[in-house]
């Protein structure tokens, strides 16, 4: 058959699961086998340099350039033993992937030949010539200088031949032009407030750590089928297809078993990022068909975010191998779940745990009731600019959709935190508060052990849920850079812990007890944060009503959700925490508008160009063959008999005719408007021209093609549709 999409679907079907052997070694042999961690500094570093190096990590100070030079001798000596012949500074610009610029191990040696050099400098700070990369106006191309400066705290690494060097990338003014900077510094800001406060508890505290636990969704589909369709190579999902008969309305993926060319890709993954030193746990079927996640063991938050990066590189490359496309935009198919990213976060301190309950001790109750109202009372004040630092072109069709957090921030805390804090609220005595933990429940069924029941129940439904020891943020999209989100939180708490001091110190220097104090703060705090929570069902009508009558953010316009990074309470949050300036954000806003409106821009130019030379020509075709059949039957019968014979056909070429009219006239409307939407300077205008003009066309349109998918014969339909797309593999 010469149907390109029957040929790769028949393709698909014949591919077998690639062989994937297993590595003679345990995992917790080749764990971080290409990672140059502790244990290889200590190998491959003179000892002083080791301990110099260990105190750079962990008391967070600045790194001379003598200690770098050993410390790049050292990494050298591994990497070319591992058979590296190049290194790279590996960074996160604000095009939301990585980027790389690789220099061979070789200079000259004097004497006409080579010799393999890696120098300290090399290692600490290189000057990726990078006008092209987005930087919203902080760099102009005459003065093109941006800078990489290596991160000790993120350990290099080796992909294939190559040393890569996690760094910030920052412009030759210091202003951050990627996600890494802003988020070491907002974690730097997160340990000084939460230190502040710890320190009111236990003396002890010296250093408060955020962690990140991510679990990765993603959809696989098979490579033939995806290069079959123009929409998903271009733009990461489909403008266009109707429902498959069969989707998830029978929860039979989920959890279900995983097919077998998907167990070996997922094999593979796992050995590699084991390798990559990524602590790689839980993997399984997600509820849409030919969706999957994992989740690696949680890990310090600047390491995480560096892992999830490096986990959808990953992903991309190994999923081709085994013959598929890795899907991770945040909805690639309509009609059907999308894919996010939950970030499970928490913080520790140099001690123990911050946000897990019951303590010991009363006291430990407080602290942690503390670190709860104070992380409220963040997500409350910044909650319209907490969704703006997961909002997206593409994020943006997950949200409010039926499966995902809608676009307004609440909080779930569960019934036994709630009412603690309800209790606390309503106290007039200085008590301290006794809670419940865990309990054994002794289930009736022969030979099954006690099972421990959890304190906190769930609510799926819930953006940011408290889960027993961390916040569950699942607002944040498939295919974001963790480090958007993650950034925002840290500083927003930071600013409340800071002030909740402030406010407790206030309160002691009057002469009043520290629990008294703080306890006079809680209540106050608990009371002003109470709009934020939430426990109902997040998804429901009412809840969007409900929100607005409490002031809540409920905007889902991207363009205008991006504006509040510019309101006065948010630069003033971000600069009083040191984390951004004005003038970062501003430029950053450029950017993020920049890339919403060429996204839509991009979208609106492949829909048209498969309407106008796929779509309409293919519906074409078929009603010529209804024409021909029907003057075909008209010049066997009379007329009478034709027309009868004929009804069927002749209602479906006009109805053809009327779906092929709309979408013609329709994608030129659409051309059209973009011209003059394209001569708006202004790029937050722009942007927002494109959210309110261009994109309803894309959905009005697409309706119309999906009707025609129906109705042309199957065998003249040249796109892989939804069935084939999710289910064939
Ligand atoms: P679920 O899907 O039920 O939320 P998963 O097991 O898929 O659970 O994911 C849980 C994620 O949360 C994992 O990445 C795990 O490492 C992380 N996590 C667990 N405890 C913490 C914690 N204290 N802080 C941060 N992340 C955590
Ligand atoms: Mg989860």
């Not at 591919?15 to 290889?40: I, Q, W």
């Not at 290069?227 to 959890?255: V, W």
């Not at 009603?623 to 066997?636: A, F, G, P, T, W």
């Amino acid at each position: 058959m010469s149907n390109l999409r029957f040929k790769v679907v028949e393709e698909a079907f014949k591919k077998r699961p690639l062989d994937v052997p297993a590595p003679k070694e345990r995992p917790s042999e080749y764990f971080g086998k290409y990672v140059f961690n502790r244990e290889k500094m200590f190998k491959y570093l003179p000892l002083a340099t080791y301990e110099k190096l260990r105190e750079v990590i962990e008391k967070r100070i600045p790194l001379d350039l003598a200690v770098a030079d050993e410390v790049a001798r050292g990494m050298k000596r591994w990497a070319m033993e591992m058979g590296a012949t190049h290194c790279t500074h590996w960074f996160q610009p604000l095009t939301e992937g990585t980027a790389e610029k690789h220099d061979a191990f070789v200079e000259h040696d004097g004497k006409g030949g080579m010799l393999e050099n890696f120098s300290g400098k090399e290692l600490v700070q290189q000057e990726p010539d990078a006008s092209s990369f987005p930087n919203g106006g902080i760099r102009s191309t005459f003065e093109a200088r941006g800078y990489s400066a290596w991160d000790p705290a993120s350990p290099v690494f080796i992909v294939g031949d190559t040393l890569m060097i996690p760094t910030v990338f920052i412009s030759y003014t210091g202003e951050a032009l990627d996600y890494k900077a802003p988020l070491k510094k907002s974690l730097a800001a997160i340990d000084r407030a939460a230190t502040a406060v710890a320190q009111l508890f236990d003396r002890h505290v010296h250093h408060v750590n955020v962690n990140l636990g991510w679990e990765q969704e993603y959809f696989l589909v098979d490579e033939g089928l995806y290069a079959a369709r123009p929409d998903l190579l271009l733009t990461g999902r489909t403008l266009m297809g109707h429902d498959s008969a069969k989707n998830q309305q029978m929860d039979d993926h989920y959890f279900g078993a995983i097919p077998e060319r998907v167990a070996a890709f997922m094999k593979d993954l796992e050995i590699q990022a084991l390798e990559l030193g990524i602590p790689c746990k839980t993997r399984h079927n997600e509820v849409a068909p030919n969706q999957f996640e994992l989740a690696p063991i949680f890990e310090e938050c600047n390491l995480a975010v560096d892992h999830n990066m490096l986990i959808m590189s990953l992903m991309r490359k190994i999923a081709r191998k085994h013959g598929f496309r890795c899907l991770l935009h945040e909805k690639p198919f309509a009609g059907i779940n999308g894919s996010g990213k939950h970030n499970n976060w928490s913080l520790t301190t140099d001690t123990g745990v911050l946000l897990h309950a019951p303590g010991k001790t009363p006291e430990d109750n407080l602290r942690f009731i503390t670190f709860i109202v104070e992380t409220l009372m963040a997500v409350y004040r910044h909650n319209g600019l907490i969704k703006a630092s997961i909002m997206s072109a593409t994020n943006s069709h997950r949200l409010g959709a039926h499966e995902a957090p809608p676009a307004i921030i609440s909080s779930f805390l569960g019934s036994q935190v709630a009412e603690l804090l309800d209790r606390v609220e309503s106290s007039t005595k200085d008590e301290l508060f006794t809670m419940e933990g865990k309990h054994g429940v002794r289930l009736d069924i022969p030979q099954i052990p006690e099972l421990m029941i959890d304190n906190t129940d769930r609510n799926r439904t819930s953006p940011f849920a408290f889960t027993g020891n961390r916040f569950e943020f699942r607002a944040v999209g498939s295919s974001a850079n963790c480090a958007s989100a993650m950034l925002t939180l840290n500083t927003a708490v930071a600013e409340a812990l800071t002030d909740f001091r402030r406010r407790v110190d206030a309160l002691m220097a009057g002469g009043e007890g520290k629990i008294s104090a703080i306890l006079d703060v809680l209540r106050e705090d608990i009371k002003t944060c109470k709009p934020i929570r939430f426990d109902g069902n997040g998804y429901s009508d009412e809840w969007k009503e409900e929100a607005a009558r409490r002031g809540l953010d409920c905007e889902t316009s991207c363009p205008l959700v991006i504006d509040r990074y510019l309101d006065p309470e948010s630069i003033d949050m971000y600069e009083s925490m040191h984390v951004m300036n004005r003038h970062e954000l501003e430029a950053r806003n450029e950017i993020k508008w920049e890339t919403y409106q060429k996204k839509i821009q991009i979208e609106a130019r492949v829909l048209g160009d498969i309407c106008m030379n796929h779509i309409i020509p293919v519906a074409t075709k078929y009603q010529s063959e209804l024409v021909d059949n029907v003057h075909k039957i008209y010049s066997v019968f009379p007329p009478e008999k034709a027309k009868e014979l004929t009804a069927y056909n002749v209602d479906l070429i006009e109805k053809i005719n009327k779906h092929t009219n709309f979408i013609a006239e329709n994608v030129e409307k659409m051309v059209e408007r973009r011209k003059e939407v394209n001569r708006i300077e202004n790029i937050r205008e722009k942007a927002i021209a494109y959210h309110d003009d261009i994109a309803p066309y894309m959905d009005s349109i697409r309706y119309h093609v999906d009707k025609l998918e129906l109705i042309v014969e199957d065998e003249m339909w040249t796109l892989p549709k939804y069935r084939e797309l999710l289910f064939v593999r």
